[in-house]
């Protein structure tokens, strides 16, 4: 009865993070609009953060129906399209970023926790070491502008070639050149405003914090023993499994992960999925809905033509 009675008390938890995590997601978004000199209320910039988040989940398109959402959202606030672009982007570097110093923290500690050997270390280190020296390459570019003019040509380049070898290049040349014009922008616009930016990575930190906290509780909801660590290090390796997977938001492939490193702690599968899925629910499936109600027919409005005429 005490067991129950403690779950109990743990099940609101999941939901609680759930919207810590949207919250400080939309106070980066609205800091880094700040420093841009733009003014958009707290409230509106959650109810943006809501939609254009969850967009993703929704219209699988690569990130593109969410970022078009936000772009046409906040162009109705006011909002000049350019420095919508500059804020998304500034936002998305920023929040990559952070997320590569989580993996990396959990890559190391899985390394040196020893469960596992063999060829896996050898794969996990060579990622540690890549992951780590592009998270330092992201660094200097930020606060080297020739050193950021020249990768950025360089990367540039390439993605061009590769478009010449999938006969795309035509159709997405200028798309690619608009792509590596705002990330250099959005650099350039980091390194100007150091000090004002310490909010928003502060704000980008706590939503990371966050979401691995949905996750942990989602285990203790379901009576799991496991520590706040172990759920960072699950997530962050399940993290990386999804996005080489290439599933449209890790669906099925971000699971398996998970339980497959919650055994390596000695957690039942079928607890595993319970609090897997549990977490799917708050963190996904919950602000979906929700979104649908706040988006009052904004997902109408974010077309493709929308999405070019603000990004040209």
């Not at 035509?170 to 650099?187: I, T, V």
Request: proline share 3%.
């Amino acid at each position: 009865l005490l067991a129950a009675d403690t779950k109990a008390t743990y099940r609101p938890l999941p939901l609680i993070a759930t919207l810590l995590s949207y919250v400080t997601m939309s106070l980066s978004y609205e800091g880094i609009a700040r420093a841009a000199g733009c003014s958009v209320s707290s409230l509106d910039m959650l109810r943006i953060t809501f939609v254009a988040n969850t967009a993703n989940y929704v219209l699988p398109t690569g990130g593109l129906s969410g970022f078009a959402l936000r772009l046409v959202m906040l162009n109705k606030k006011g909002v000049p399209g350019g420095r919508a672009v500059l804020v998304s982007f500034t936002q998305t570097i920023l929040t990559n970023m952070t997320l590569m110093v989580f993996i990396v923290y959990g890559l190391v500690h899985l390394i040196l926790s020893g469960r596992l050997t063999g060829a896996a270390i050898v794969a996990l280190s060579v990622l540690v070491t890549g992951l780590t020296l592009f998270l330092g390459g992201c660094l200097m570019m930020v606060y080297r502008k020739g050193l950021r003019a020249r990768l950025l040509s360089a990367a540039s380049d390439v993605a061009l070639r590769v478009l010449d070898r999938l006969g795309k290049r035509g159709p997405l040349e200028a798309r690619a050149a608009r792509f590596f014009l705002h990330l250099e922008e959005g650099m350039e616009f980091f390194a100007e405003r150091p000090r004002a930016m310490i909010a928003p990575l502060l704000w980008i930190f706590l939503d990371w914090v966050f979401t691995v906290a949905v996750l942990y509780t989602a285990f203790i909801a379901v009576g799991a023993n496991i520590t706040y660590a172990d759920a960072a290090i699950a997530f962050s390796v399940g993290i990386v499994v999804a996005i080489a997977s290439f599933v449209p938001g890790g669906v099925g492939v971000l699971e398996v992960a998970l339980a497959g490193m919650f055994a390596t702690v000695g957690v039942p599968t079928e607890q595993s999925v319970l609090a897997i899925f549990v977490f799917r629910i708050c963190f996904y499936v919950i602000p979906v809905l929700l979104s649908l109600l706040l988006a009052r027919g904004a997902f109408r409005e974010a077309e493709v033509a929308a999405v070019e005429e603000m990004l040209r």
